[in-house]
């Protein structure tokens, strides 16, 4: 699943927390919660995946 967090004209700290944000209503959204998610990727456009759980 892709979801867009963000783009060029935002700063670090809002794409933060639109990070954060997503993940935690993502989570909220499966049965069982944390429980279900295997890994989590952070991906620009152009630039390669990058694990952060």
Not at 2 to 18: P, R, T, W, Y
Not at 34 to 50: A, D, E, H
Request: glycine residues 6%.
């Amino acid at each position: 699943m892709g979801v867009a967090v963000g783009n060029l004209s935002m700063e670090e700290k809002q794409i933060q927390q639109n990070i954060q944000m997503s993940i935690n209503f993502l989570v909220s959204l499966l049965k069982k919660n944390w429980q279900n998610v295997r890994c989590l990727y952070i991906k620009s456009t152009m630039g390669k995946p990058f694990r952060i759980f």
